[in-house]
Nanobody, 114 residues
Framework: VQLQASGGGSVQAGGSLRLSCAAS????????FGWYRQAPGKQRELVAL???????TYADSVKGRSTIFRDNLGNTVYLQMNSLKFEDTAVYYC?????????WGKGTHVTVSS
């Protein structure tokens, strides 16, 4: 499975961005999608997960400001981020759990200026 993320960029605090990640290489529905992020000097952390059934889980830091969802076919995932804060600045990585294996995409940069 290959993951291609896009949608990062620079935005002012309070703004919005939508990240997307498309999975290819399998005709089967990806089990679990996740978004993680890594800020400079910090460990990679979970931002949000979505199950195959569409059930989301959010980190407390983004709860209420972000929405994770997947398309009807199930192999593209989106992360809508609103009310962005300076501390949301990080490289965001797409992750997929597919039949017991984990896959990572290349990161996409999100920079929030205060």
């Amino acid at each position: 499975v290959q993951l291609q993320a896009s949608g990062g960029g620079s935005v002012q605090a309070g703004g919005s961005l939508r990240l997307s990640c498309a999975a290819s290489g399998s005709t089967l529905r990806v089990n679990v999608f996740g978004w993680y992020r890594q800020a400079p000097g910090k460990q990679r952390e979970l931002v949000a997960l979505i199950s195959s059934a569409g059930s989301p889980t959010y980190a407390d830091s983004v709860k209420g400001r972000s929405t994770i969802f997947r398309d009807n076919l199930g192999n593209t995932v989106y992360l809508q981020m609103n009310s962005l804060k300076f501390e949301d600045t990080a490289v965001y990585y797409c992750n997929a759990i597919h039949y017991g294996r984990a896959y990572w995409g290349k990161g996409t940069h999100v920079t929030v200026s205060s």
